[in-house]
């Protein structure tokens, strides 16, 4: 099975300095839908997995949650993609939970339920929470420079990203890369 793990917030969709804690507060990142897209069409499972500490903190609850993925769903059926699933973590930061990236809870979680390994499966993100917790579970690191973390850096990996982090531009130029590499 072809399988690529996502970051949510800075990678699909808008990440402000604020939660995205309503369906009208989640606007997708040009051209990361189509970006999905491709990567369905070219055989590519997507999971996201994705921290929402909003949650533990009452900023917004399960119902909201769902309408915005919902939303996601939907335009990503607009454009011919799909997300196969969702993996959160619905603690704060205070809860020490094993779940929270950067620790790889997620990542196990998506391997169980796959039955796969996920050695050298891609992890993309916009963050070194995701690609560290990706990459102690074994999986390849991608960075796209379009979360707010992005701002701070040049094109350069950031320091304190995992060993072999691969740098791209946004998430359809880590897309057309996997494709490539990919392709028979």
Known sequence: MKLVILERDGTINYDGADFITSAEDWT?????????????????????????PGLGRGLFDVVTLNA?????????????ARVDAVFYCPHSPEEHCLCR???????????ERYGMDLQGVAACG????????????????????????????????????PPGTVAHADLGAFADALIARAAP
């Open 28 to 52: 997708p990142l040009p051209g990361a839908l189509d970006a999905i897209a491709r990567l369905n069409h070219a055989g590519f499972h997507v999971v996201i997995a994705t921290n929402q």
């Open 101 to 111: 990236k950067p620790l790889p809870g997620l990542f196990e979680q998506i391997g």
């Open 126 to 161: 916009d963050n070194a929470d995701h690609l560290l917790a990706g990459a102690a579970a074994g999986c390849a690191p991608h960075w796209v420079r379009t979360g707010s973390v992005a701002a701070s850096f040049s094109h350069a990996v950031p320091e304190g990203y």
């Open 68 to 80: 915005i993925h919902a939303k996601m769903h939907k335009m990503l059926a607009a454009v011919g």
